[in-house]
C-alpha cells in the first residue's frame, strides 16, 4: 500500500486515535457477508486492513450490481460524515476480511467539537471522495469500449 | 519503404467478439527479429495497411531472422477488420520491425509495474513473458490489468500462467462486472494499492487508451516513480512506419521511429497535442 489509501488511513487515524470513548476496533467478516444496505443510516465506518469488499446498488429483478470493489488500506463508507447519513450504496464482503471499525456518530461529534480535527478528517474523507469521482468519470468514457480518440484500447467497431 | 514479406497464416484464435490473436510464418526469409513493443507494419491484401505490435513470436528462424510472428488485431474499421478476419492459409504483407520498443534493461534492478488496459496488453504480452521466463534482474513484479468486461479480458489462459509463476503478480480489473465475476471492479489504477512496489526504485510499462496511461503515470509519479522510468506505447495513427511520410508526428517526435515507446518525461507534454 504507497498510495491514496495509505495517505487516507494516516490522516484519519492520527487525528482520532486516542480520543473516542469507544476506541476503532478490528472486526472480521466471512466472504459474502453483507456489511451495510443502500437507505440504512451511515452509523459506522471502516478502514480495510485485509480482503477486498464489494460495493452495489439496488436494481429492480436481480442482485445488486457491483459498482467498485475495495482493498486493503481503502476506506469503506463515507457517507456519515454528509448529511442525510445514509449509505448510498450496499457493501459486500468479496473475500474474507478483516476491518477496523469506527462509530462514526462518535467522529462527527468529535469534528463539530473540534475544527482542527474536523477539517483534518473532512480533508481525508474528501480525498477519498475526489478520488472516486475521478475514477467514475474515467470510466464514464469507456475507455476500452467502440471509439473514443486516442490509443489502443480506445478503437472499436 | 521497405517492400511487404509474404506471410501466411498458421493459425487464428478469437480473443473476444471482435479481437483475433493470429501466427503468421513467413513464406521465404522472414524479418529481422522483433523486440517486444516494436511493431510491424501489416497488409490485408487489397485493402490496406495498418501498424499492429508484435504480441508474440515463436523460435528465431535461419540466419538470425524472426520465426513465427504473433499479432492481436481488434476490427475498427476496414484494414482492421480484414486482419481480423484473416484465417489459416490466408496469405498477408508484413513489413518490419519498426519503433523503439520496451526498454527492459533500463528497469533492471528495479520493481516492475506492468499496466495494461484492453488491447494495450498485446505489446506488453511479450515483455511480460521475458519478465516471467528470464533471470531474476528485477526486484518485485507485478501486472495490472484492466478490461471493459471479463469477457473482454485478452490472453485469458496466458493470465492463468503468470498468476502460477512465482516471478509475477497479477491483478485483474474490469469497468463492468457481469454476474459470476468475482474479481476487481474499478480503475486499473486502484490495483496499484494491491502490489507491493518501493516507489523511487520502481519502473513502469503503461499501455492502453491515453486517457488511462495518462491517469496511470500522473499516479505513479504522485507516488514516487520517477517519470524517466515510466514508459508509455503512444499508438496514435501512422503511415509509412519508416519516419519518412511526417503522418504520425506529434510535437518534435515522429512516433513510428521515435516511439511509440517513450518515457513519460517526454511524453507528458506530447500527450496535449490534439491533432492527429
Ligand atoms: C504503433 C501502433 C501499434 C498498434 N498495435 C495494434 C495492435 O496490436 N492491435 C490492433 O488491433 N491495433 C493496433 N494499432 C491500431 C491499428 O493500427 C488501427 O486500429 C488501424 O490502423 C485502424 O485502421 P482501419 O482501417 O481498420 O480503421 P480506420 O478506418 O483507419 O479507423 C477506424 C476508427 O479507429 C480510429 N483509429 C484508427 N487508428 C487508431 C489508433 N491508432 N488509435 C486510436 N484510434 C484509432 C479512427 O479514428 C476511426 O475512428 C496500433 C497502432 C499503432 C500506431
Not at chain 2, 37 to 61: D, H, K, L, T
Not at chain 2, 74 to 83: C, F, I, P, Q, T
Amino acid at each position: 500500500m504507497t498510495g491514496t489509501a495509505a495517505r487516507t488511513l494516516g490522516l484519519l487515524t492520527d487525528g482520532l486515535d486516542g480520543r473516542l470513548s469507544v476506541p476503532p476496533h478490528e472486526v472480521a467478516f466471512p466472504a459474502g457477508a453483507r456489511i451495510f444496505d443502500e437507505g440504512r443510516p451511515a452509523d459506522r465506518f471502516w478502514i480495510l486492513l485485509t480482503g477486498r469488499v464489494a460495493l452495489d446498488i439496488e436494481v429492480p429483478g436481480g442482485p445488486p450490481p457491483v459498482v467498485e470493489t475495495l482493498g486493503p488500506g481503502d476506506l469503506l463508507g463515507w457517507s456519515w460524515f454528509f448529511p442525510p447519513h445514509v449509505w448510498h450504496l450496499g457493501a459486500v464482503s468479496v473475500d474474507a476480511t478483516r476491518v477496523l471499525e469506527y462509530d462514526a456518530v462518535a467522529v462527527r461529534s468529535l469534528c463539530e467539537q473540534d475544527p482542527a480535527l474536523g477539517y483534518r478528517v473532512a480533508r481525508a474523507v474528501g480525498a477519498v471522495v475526489g478520488e472516486r469521482l475521478k475514477a467514475t468519470r474515467i470510466r464514464l468514457l469507456d475507455l476500452y469500449g467502440p471509439r473514443v480518440a486516442g490509443g489502443l484500447g480506445t478503437v472499436g467497431p | 519503404m521497405t517492400v511487404p514479406v509474404p506471410h501466411r497464416v498458421v493459425r487464428s484464435t478469437a480473443e473476444t467478439s471482435d479481437t483475433t490473436t493470429v501466427l503468421l510464418e513467413p513464406e521465404g526469409p522472414g524479418l529481422a527479429p522483433f523486440r517486444p513493443g516494436q511493431f510491424a507494419m501489416m497488409y490485408a491484401f487489397g485493402r490496406g495497411e495498418a501498424p499492429i505490435s508484435v504480441s508474440g513470436w515463436e523460435p528465431p528462424g535461419a540466419g538470425g531472422s524472426c520465426g513465427r510472428l504473433v499479432h492481436t488485431v481488434r476490427a475498427v474499421g476496414a484494414v482492421s477488420a480484414a486482419l481480423r478476419g484473416l484465417r489459416p492459409g490466408d496469405r498477408v504483407g508484413v513489413r518490419g520491425p519498426y519503433g523503439t520498443g520496451w526498454d527492459l534493461a533500463a528497469a533492471e534492478g528495479c520493481d516492475v509495474l506492468v499496466v495494461a488496459g484492453g488491447l494495450g496488453l498485446a505489446p506488453l504480452r511479450p515483455l511480460v513473458a521475458e519478465l516471467v521466463d528470464g533471470p531474476g534482474r528485477f526486484g518485485s513484479c507485478s501486472v495490472l490489468v484492466g478490461a471493459r468486461t471479463p469477457a473482454d479480458l485478452l490472453y485469458r489462459g496466458t493470465l492463468r500462467t503468470w498468476a502460477a509463476s512465482p516471478r509475477v503478480a497479477v491483478a485483474t480489473t474490469v469497468d463492468r462486472p457481469g454476474p459470476g465475476w468475482t474479481g476487481d471492479v474499478g480503475v486499473v489504477t486502484a490495483l496499484l494499492d494491491r502490489v507491493a512496489f518501493h516507489p523511487p526504485g520502481t519502473a513502469a510499462f503503461v499501455c492502453g487508451p491515453e486517457v488511462m496511461m495518462r491517469a496511470t503515470a500522473r499516479e505513479l509519479v504522485h507516488r514516487g516513480v520517477p517519470a524517466q522510468r515510466i514508459q508509455l506505447s503512444l499508438e496514435r495513427t501512422m503511415h509509412c512506419g519508416t519516419g519518412h511520410c511526417g503522418h504520425c508526428q506529434l510535437g518534435p517526435v515522429l512516433l513510428c521511429r521515435d516511439g511509440p515507446v517513450v518515457g513519460w518525461d517526454r511524453a507528458e507534454r506530447l500527450l496535449t497535442v490534439r491533432e492527429l
